[in-house]
């Protein structure tokens, strides 16, 4: 008899009372610690939008007849069209990317895993122009085939066509790092557990490797679309109407903003939808290892007679992202006026760059860090919408952001008016998805046994995070950090708009020479913005690699 009660009592565990419903929901309840520093963040990244709804109700009647028009209709298709395609197109470039740079025996994978990343410090509109240049209908490369050829005009790059390629060749960077960091990650015992069930290679890495992935694609493609939506430099080069676009032809042209706000608001409907889709996508599963410590070292795949098929990959896709705008600059450089600028103009907006990017890129990191930790270890519908309207402020427009914060500045806050302060905040609200992407992406690799043994042995929330959490997620926080850092010193509009009055940066520099036309002497600020731009980008790639070498 008591052989039964006993196993009775071990198979059926004792019926929840309200005393321990009531602990259970206490330990699900997230800390003050985090939860009033996110909600702070949040309030922050929602008063751009809290301005542009102010603005466009201003329209009355008008609001409606402005968000149904036919043109409208055509800029949200050309949006989603855009998005889409180049989000696809960026994870199918960067998910092979970084398996050859993590999981093979690819020669020479250390400097491939470096120039794999480097497009993202190659401005877009810089990257458009050269495009221009180079295969425009009357570019470069139409110059070469004229003579033997006789060929006078190339195909139209202009338009969707040419606004795709650009965005792809420069925002993969964003998969490739999140795809890269999960792949050092995994646990190896996956895999081999698969290869123990009979799976070949190709079932193994598509049924045990890939679901893992899983959260890391999503994040990152989430990035590449959302910069797609956000982009004005390209759409306006490659004259595509795009949100972007029409929003900014509507403020130049009219005193009224309202009409602007409006179609403002429809862009940020439109990356509601989109991250929802990313969630929806990205699932309920957990992706940390079974077991931490001294993880065993990934095994190399033997690509073979593969792997110069491997190299060629991947200098095909260095020769077009990194290799051609290179080639362009270098040749405007050569034929242009480089003598235009003084030495120390150019250095004083090198070292206004670097300071910006550095700043900002921690600044941004540790607001993101509270909303990260709630959206992994404590979920709800609270901390559930926190994260999703954290990716707001990388949807808006630059231009709306700077015009919400000049406004703001002016009006309330005069002390923070025309200083770096306001635009670090501008910075922050812009480009918080990507420090938050990438720090949950090495949260949810992180087993929350640790921090609970961490608790138990006396240790509270903020020692937690200082001595635990934080170590472990350093892959993650450098991830974000080297891609703000690295998006920051190429930001054009919050620059202008923010910035104190006579602070120039590189790209502010090179957007005013490109407006003249004088393209030999953006050259030479375009080549140092490259140039200063690696430093993070290469000091990321290294960490990585001291971490799985």
């Known amino acids: 008899m ?10 059926f565990p004792p019926v929840p009372t309200p005393w321990t419903r009531a602990q259970d929901r206490a330990r699900r309840m997230p800390p003050p610690v985090l939860l009033i520093p996110a909600l702070a963040v949040a309030l922050l990244v929602l008063s751009p939008l809290v301005y542009l709804l102010v603005r466009a109700t201003d329209s009355g009647s008008a609001l409606p007849e402005s968000l149904f028009r036919a043109r409208t209709m055509s800029v949200t298709s050309n949006t989603a069209l855009l998005a889409t395609t180049v989000a696809i197109s960026a994870s199918s ?3 092979p990317l970084a398996w050859l740079t993590t999981r093979t025996n690819l020669p020479h994978r250390r400097l491939w895993s ?6 993202l410090v190659i401005p877009s509109y ?11 209908p009357r570019g470069i490369v139409q110059g070469w085939l004229e003579g033997p050829f006789g060929i006078e005009r190339l195909p139209s790059i202009y338009g969707f066509a040419g606004s795709w390629l650009a965005l792809t060749l420069f925002t993969y960077p964003y ?3 999140s795809v890269q960091a999960a792949f050092r990650g995994l646990d190896p015992a996956l895999e081999e557990a698969a290869r123990c069930l009979g799976m070949g290679p190709t079932r193994t890495f598509f049924q045990a490797v890939l679901p893992q992935l899983r959260p890391a694609i999503a994040a990152g493609a989430l990035l590449s679309a959302l910069y797609a939506v956000s982009d004005f430099g390209v759409v306006s080069l490659m004259r595509y109407d795009v949100f972007t676009r029409a929003i900014y032809i509507q403020y130049q042209s009219s005193f009224d903003r309202s009409a602007a706000a409006a179609l403002a608001l429809v862009l940020v409907t439109f990356t509601i939808v989109m991250v929802a889709g990313e969630w929806w996508m990205r699932g309920r599963s957990r992706h940390y290892r079974v077991a931490t410590g001294a993880a065993r070292p990934q095994r190399r795949h033997d690509l073979g007679r593969w792997k110069w098929l491997g190299v060629g990959y991947c200098g095909a896709v260095f020769t077009c992202s990194v290799g051609l705008p290179m080639f362009v600059l270098l040749y405007w450089l050569m034929r242009g ?6 030495i120390h103009r150019l250095f004083n907006q090198a070292w206004n760059s670097v300071s910006l990017g550095l700043a900002a890129a921690v600044f941004t990191v540790a607001l993101a860090l509270p909303t990260a930790i709630l959206s992994v270890r404590y ?3 609270l901390t559930t919408t926190l994260e999703r309207q954290a990716y707001l402020g990388f949807a808006l427009p630059g231009i709306a952001i700077a015009l919400a914060f000049v406004y703001m500045g002016a009006r309330y806050i005069p002390s923070l008016y025309q200083t770096v302060w306001l635009l670090l905040i501008g910075y922050a609200v812009r480009f918080l998805p990507q420090a938050l992407g990438a720090e949950r992406v090495s949260l949810l690799q992180i087993s929350p046994r640790i921090e609970e043994a961490s608790r138990t042995l006396g240790e509270g929330i903020l020692g937690t995070l200082r001595r635990v959490t934080t170590p472990l997620a350093t892959p993650g926080l450098l991830a974000g950090f080297g891609l703000v850092a690295l998006t920051v010193m190429k930001e054009l509009p919050l620059t202008m708009m923010l910035a104190p009055i006579e602070f120039e940066t590189l790209a502010t520099g090179i957007w005013q020479a490109t407006q003249t036309g004088a393209y030999g002497r953006a050259a030479a600020p375009a080549l140092i913005l490259i140039v200063v731009s690696a430093a993070p980008s290469l000091i ?8 799985t070498s």
Request: positive net charge; charged residues 15%; aromatic residues 4%.
């Open 2 to 11: 008591q052989l039964i009660r006993r196993a009775s009592a071990t198979e």
């Open 93 to 95: 470039i960067a998910v």
């Open 114 to 119: 470096v120039l794999a990343g480097l497009p």
């Open 126 to 136: 810089v990257g458009a122009l050269t495009i221009i240049a180079a295969l425009g």
């Open 175 to 177: 998969v490739y790092l």
């Open 337 to 342: 006026a480089s003598t235009g600028d003084a």
């Open 379 to 381: 979920r709800g519908k």
């Open 540 to 547: 990321l790639s290294q960490r990585g690699f001291e971490q």
